[in-house]
């Protein structure tokens, strides 16, 4: 089963359009390099967790002293990172309870991101530093202090303990997540200068017009996700297309499972077409 998604590639002499095919195929099943056995469920029998050995506990309690809150953040360093010094990329993954182990997660459910990885970087794929940061706000009204920790307080920290490339930093969300991860992108474009936004809620697109943010000048590169198609998401997408140098990969699945995150499917080829040059590359969803 195939699926039309659009890439828009922004410019101020006109909007380009391209049709690219997003191929609905099964993909080999992440392996899973190490498992650890963590904890029972909550019904009482004994589960297995699974968690990478690459992935690390940053803080459990990381201050958000724009919302008067805390946060849990995890991360995951690529294969030999303590043995070279080289610098990567990094990866923001909001809702970052659902990222690496299902133990932590509030519906014991899992991207397995951390399983992707390991086997990702078993390939060409680009390396990268991925944190996953939990879920520490609530609603639209919160977002513009939770974009500003983000900018201000966490990525100056993972940046002055961490080999990253500062210029390189990727936000990304799934839900109500994703409405912050959009709203970083498009008003820290310097600093979040490439973004994931997975499913995002419907209020978001009214307030970023409210606070006129509608993507000019932006000149990263910008993936969409939607289950359904949104009159709301097409016009964002328009207007960034129309007014910036941006490169946007929209789609969305007509069939999702609606009980199930779309990250788990679509994140390895995001992760890899974000991470690249966005050109020449077909984008495969694993169902």
Known sequence: MEKNSRIRLGGLGGLILLFAVATLARQPEWGRIRVNSLGTDTTGHSVKHTVSEHVQLVHSHFPVETLDTTTSVWIYLPENYSSTRNRYPVVYFLGGEHAFSDSISPDNKEW????????????????????????????????????SFLKNNLKPYIDSVYRTRKELAVVAGSGPTAALALYATLRYPDVFSKAGVFSPPA??????????????????????????????????????GMHSSALIYSTHHQNPKRHESPMGGWFPEFYNWILGNGYNYIIRYKP
């Open 203 to 240: 209020d978001i697109f009214p307030y970023l017009k409210n606070q006129n943010l509608q993507g000019k000048g932006h000149k990263g590169m910008l993936f969409f996700y939607e289950g359904k198609e949104m009159d709301d998401l097409q016009q964002l997408t328009d207007n960034i």
């Open 112 to 147: 397995l991101m951390d399983e992707a990885l390991d086997s990702l970087h078993q390939t060409n794929a680009p390396k990268a530093i991925v944190v996953a940061v939990h879920s520490f706000y609530s609603d639209t009204a919160q977002v513009d202090g939770a974009a």
